[in-house]
Each structure stands twice: as C-alpha cells, then as structure tokens.
C-alpha cells in the first residue's frame, strides 16, 4: 500500500540539507491554481458538478507519472483517516484546508514528495512543486512541467486580459504563489527579526512564523504578496533576491554572534544537544526550540557529533500525528507521544551520530 | 609542599560511595572540643596567651603522625592565602570560625583527609573525624584515639560533675558533636521533608540543609541537639539509629516514586546527566542540583553511563574556590569560572564513564 508508505517515511527530500544556500533556506515551493473551464469554483460546485472536476482531471493526472519519469500516489480523500490527513499536513503534503472532508478531492503525491497536485481544493487544481534550498526557479520549471502537460490534454479557465482565472481574486493573473522556508536563529538572537517581518509589505513580501511549528523553532516563510501585474519570471525573481537577502542577513547575524555573545549561546546549543540526546519526554514545542539550536549548532560548527540530515529526519518524524500513525495508535495520550518521542529522536541522533 | 597537593586534590576519601548505607549517607562526622587546664579560652587569651596555647600543643600534635601511621600536614592558618582557606573550607577541613585569620592558629590535616585538628578555633583544640557512609562509631573511635594520645601527653581541663570544660557550654560534658550528611531526594521530591525536619528537635535532633551547598544538591545534614546528659555512646548510637530510620525514610520514597511519579523524575534525571555532559556554563548551584539529579538516577540504577565515583570527585574539583586555586587565578569572573566548571564536570563524565 502505497499511500502508507509515504505517510510512514521519515524523510522529505525537498526538506532536507541539500541546495543552494541550505545552511539558511531549508526549502522553496511554487504553487500554480489552475481551473477547468465551464465548470464552476469549487466552492459554488453542486456534487454533481465536484464529480464531474475530478472525473475529468484523474485520467489526465493518472498519466503524470509516465510524463515525468516517476511513479505518483492517487489518494481520495475521502478514504483517509483523521490520523492520515494529520500527517500529510505534518508533512505539508496537502493543505489543512484541504484535508477538511469534502466530496470528490483528490491528491497527487510524486515518489520523491516534491510534486502535490491537489483536486478540488479552492480551485479545480492546485499543482505544488518543493525543492530543497533556495531554488525557487527550479521549483516553477517543475511546476511549469505539470502545467504544460496538463494544458496539453485540457481547455484552462484563461482571460487574454485578467489571465488565469482562480476562486480567489488574489491569485488572479499568474495564478502563481511562491514561498521559501528559512531558518532564522540569528535573526532570532539578535533581535532583527521583528524589523524585517514589519519592513516586508512594503516589498510586496510576507514573513510570518511558519504556521504549525512553535516560533521557537525559528523557521520564517517568505512569500510574495502580489500576483497581478508581474511575470511569473519577475515573481520568481523577486522573491529569490529578496529571500538571498534575508540570507544574508542572516549569515552577519551569525557572525557578530560568534563573536558577542558567543558564550551563552554556545552554552544554550550545547544544552539543547544534552537534552535532545537524554530526555525522557518531550513536547513537540520544546522539541522544534531545541531542534532549532542543535541545527544552528552544526552550522556554525560547534556541533560535529552529528550530521546535518539529523535535523530534517527530527522535523519529520518527531511530530504527533507521525508518531501516532508510526505508533498505530491514534489515542496515544500526550505524556505517551512526549516519551515515544524522546525516544526516537535519541534513536535518530544515534543514527546520524558521526566517528569519533 | 604538601598543602599544595592536599588542596589539589580532587578526592577526599571520606566523602565516597563506600561505606554502610552508602545510597543515601554521604559520611559521618564526630568532633571533639578539647582545652588545656589553666589557660583560658582562644576567645579571652592574649597574643601571649594564643602562642602558649599553640606551642604547648604543637609538639604534641607532630608526634601524631607516628602515632596513627599516617603523615599529617601541618597548617599555619596565617601563612594561607584566602583562596587556599577557601578551599579547604569547601572540603570541609576547617570550619568556616577558624578561617578568619587570628594569630596561632593550626591545623593538621591527616594524609587520607579524614582527621582534621584545629588549634586556637573557639577552643583551644577541636578533633574531627570523618568516615564515609554511615559510620559514627568509626569516627569515634578514630577520634577518641586521637583524645587519648592527646590525654596521654597533656592536662586536659575536665570537671567531675561537668566533665570536659568548653568555651561554649552547649559542648559541656561530653565535648562531643557528631553529624551524618544525607542525601534526600526521594523525601524532598515526595514533600516529606519538611516534615522529618519540623519533627526533628522532638527527637533532640537538628536536621538542615547543608551549609554552604544549595538546597538543590538534597544533602541534609543531621547532628545531635543535647550533649549534656548523655553519655558519648548514646549520643553516638542515637544519631546512628535516627540517621539509619531517615536513611530507611529515603529508600521508601524512592521506591513510591519508582512507581508514582516516574515518567517526570526520570525525565529529569537524564535532562540532568545530558546538561552536565554537554553544558559550556554551569554555576556552582545549577551544578549541585544537576549533579544530585544524576546521583539519584545512579542510585536508583537509571543511570549507568557513569560509575557512582563521578559524584564525589564533581562536588569536591567543581567548586569555586577549587577552580580558582587549581587555574592559579583568585580572579576569574563569574562567567568564566561557570565555564571552567562545565569544562571540568563533562572530564571528570568522561573519566568515570562504563564500558559499554
């Protein structure tokens, strides 16, 4: 069963250590919203009219596989447990507000997890494509693949003035959203970070705390604000330049932190990595806070008992509904999650545990 | 110069993890106060008075080293400087009283640490004997061979009625003081201790947090109250069997909380041993509570990365006034001693570390 495999895997190889500037950007995503034409939003569609969306889509999607070299898992939604969707969010394989129960959704996952096409969600499809770093173009060239094949085959909601047509007006003309992930301990430490969030709209930028991790984990989405009146090349642009800036911010941070203040930070990495490495229980807040240091460690070269990757395998399978689906038990109590948890990701650090 | 090795040391072999009820009693301690006849107390004599005081008795006390097969070193108070009286108060070799410098002042400290005698403190000469475990008719003995060599070359100011005369008269009679330190954390994580000491002076016991360790280190100290009235065995055998029933106490909590309460505890207790083993900064309070954490945990057979030996030696080289000394440096700052100790502490882990 192929959908378990994928919900049982430990790794993203999009989220990962790999990729242009990764000691900061851990990963880049394109989303492309893209709708039938004569066929209504699904939002307004009737159940008939759902059926008809996805009836029309699924073949054409069933032969993405064979177009682009690796084999895609087909996932109706309706067929997944509570447990299953809570993980596909955990590993932002779809969208919370597509996990929401509804008639005739389906997902698209590729093998590797860096390409999810999503059917009837807000529009009739919304193809993403992650790639690991800072890689934004080659995210959309990804993407652009989909989308070509899928035009290919199908007639697209397309205005010669207002250009793709989507259910949101603020997805209008590219129909294009872009968002990089960025660890931002730096920023963190030396207070910066609220400056950068305020000065972001005026870019035409948001910076917000990733939604669904605690703010201590220190991960930062950036993500263009205006989709009318720009290429899609000129948006892509834009956030790669500015998401290199913030990563350059970020790298001086780290360095006058190596040189002020260098003693308690030292000291609070290190007691992070005693703790990931010991602890009996741990939350999944305290958990992406001390993650988040022992990372910030390996960068800077202070830790070297480990290897980079442990860190994308904690992000990934220390988390609730993964342990719980790991667990095949859905009603672990949180003190049980918080020991199971503890325990694997001083099983992880064991495995990724460097010689000598 | 043998001082110089005696405050190097990092042992002090009454402070281990041998002797009867080793898992909850640190040592036994028994002191005598003593006074020659016919010169008055240090805290009325004359400079004339002091140095007659001190060199009636120095003769003696450097035939004690024959005597008892042991060499002794001997200490002129005046000739140490404060860090070197700071140190040897951390080990408890001289009393906090006798470390203010006054003039003819001795100590003399036997080689193994275990027999320390202070001339010119409050009385003329205080014996102390420590043994480790619970003890106290070890230490007696060893004392009352020191009192009776002592006896057996010099007049000692001794009344029928009264028996020894001492400066204070809370030591009258017997001159005797003896004291157990334990080691509490089963009876402080279960909240009952506040209850063994409010009882305690019913029982003509003083049951306290020992001086100079931060209440997080759960070491208690317990002496007895009365020492008029008793004769030396009683009190020894009192305090023997009131330390035997609190050390019986401690078992029972342990074992209530090997059952109640455990997840918490043990969560704590490998938190502990994974800061002390990577931490860059501990201070000296942070440490003795971390440290009594991990002790439990090896006691109760949690731990067993480390061999219990790790504790004794961590209390006595990862103190303030020890680290000062061995960096020969009396003016390290706060911060850089707290990183000195954490240095020390994960060598002294590595040290004691178990095969395996």
Redesign the interface.
């Known amino acids: 069963m192929a959908v378990d495999e994928l919900l049982r895997s430990s790794r993203l190889s999009w989220f990962g250590t790999e990729g242009a500037d990764s000691d900061v950007v851990i990963s880049s995503r394109v989303r492309l919203a893209r709708n039938l034409v004569s066929l209504p939003f699904p939002g307004r569609a009737n159940l008939a009219q759902l059926a008809q969306i996805q009836e029309t889509l699924d073949p054409v999607l069933a032969g993405l596989g064979a177009e682009l070299g690796q084999p895609f898992d087909r996932i109706a939604l309706d067929e997944l447990t509570a447990l299953q969707r809570e993980v596909l969010i955990e590993k932002r394989l779809i969208s919370e507000k597509f996990a929401e129960v509804q008639p005739h959704r389906l997902a698209y996952i590729s093998a590797n997890t860096r390409i999810s096409i999503l059917v009837n969600e807000d529009d009739h499809l919304r193809i993403q494509s992650m790639s690991p770093g800072l890689s934004l173009t080659q995210a959309f060239e990804m993407a652009s693949r989909v989308d070509d094949y899928i035009e290919a085959h199908l007639d697209l909601a397309f205005d010669e003035t207002m250009g793709y047509l989507t259910a949101y007006p603020t997805n209008l003309g590219t129909g294009l959203r872009a968002s990089v992930i960025l660890h931002l301990p730096g920023l963190v430490y030396t207070r910066n970070i609220e400056n950068i969030v305020n000065t972001s709209p005026q870019l035409g930028l948001a910076v917000h705390p990733l939604e669904g991790i605690g703010e201590g984990a220190h991960f930062y989405k950036i993500s263009n604000q205006l989709t009318l009146g720009y290429s899609e090349a000129e948006m892509i642009e834009n956030l790669q330049t500015a998401a290199g800036e913030i990563a350059a911010h970020e790298r001086r941070a780290r360095k006058a932190l190596s040189y002020f203040g260098k ?2 930070i ?2 609070g990495i ?2 992070a ?9 741990l939350t999944e807040q305290e958990l992406f806070a001390l993650v988040s240091r022992v990372r910030y460690g390996i960068d800077r070269g202070i830790i070297k008992e480990v290897t980079p990757d442990c860190y994308a395998e904690i992000i990934v399978a220390a988390r609730d509904g993964y342990l719980k689906y790991a667990a095949e038990n859905e009603n672990l109590s949180t ?1 049980e999650i918080s ?1 199971i948890r ?1 325990s694997r990701v001083r099983a992880i650090l064991q495995k990724y545990r460097t010689q000598g």
């Open positions: 003693d308690g030292e000291d290190w007691r990595f005693g703790i990931l490495s010991y602890a009996r229980s003190g020991a503890a």
